[in-house]
C-alpha cells in the first residue's frame, strides 16, 4: 500500500497518522505496532509513539508507505 497524507498542521503524531491511514484500526494497535519496532522513518526504526511526523517524511513498514506532504492553503 502506497500512500499520501496531507498535512493540515505541522505536524502529526506518527500513531494517529498510521490509525488515520488504516495501517491500524485503533490508535492502542498504532503504538503497538510502533512499540514492536516495525515501524520506520525516513528509513529508520521509529520506537517513540508520538514521534511528530512532518512534511516530507516517508514512514515506512510492513506493506505500507506513507509520503507526507504539506497541505495548501
Known amino acids: 500500500m502506497h500512500e ?3 498535512l493540515t498542521t505541522d505536524y502529526i503524531a506518527l500513531c494517529d497518522l498510521l490509525k488515520t491511514c488504516g495501517i491500524s ?6 503504538k503497538h505496532t510502533i512499540a ?3 515501524v520506520q ?3 529508520q ?3 517513540r509513539k ?10 515506512s513498514g510492513d506493506g ?4 507526507v506532504v504539506a497541505g495548501h492553503d
Not at 50 to 59: E, F, H
Open 50 to 59: 508520538t514521534c511528530k511526523i512532518r512534511a516530507g517524511q516517508v514512514v
Open 45 to 47: 526504526t521509529e520506537l
Open 25 to 30: 484500526e485503533t490508535g492502542g494497535q498504532a
Open 41 to 43: 522513518v525516513d528509513g
Open 64 to 67: 505500507f508507505r506513507i509520503d
Open 36 to 38: 514492536e519496532g516495525r
Open 4 to 6: 499520501t497524507y496531507t
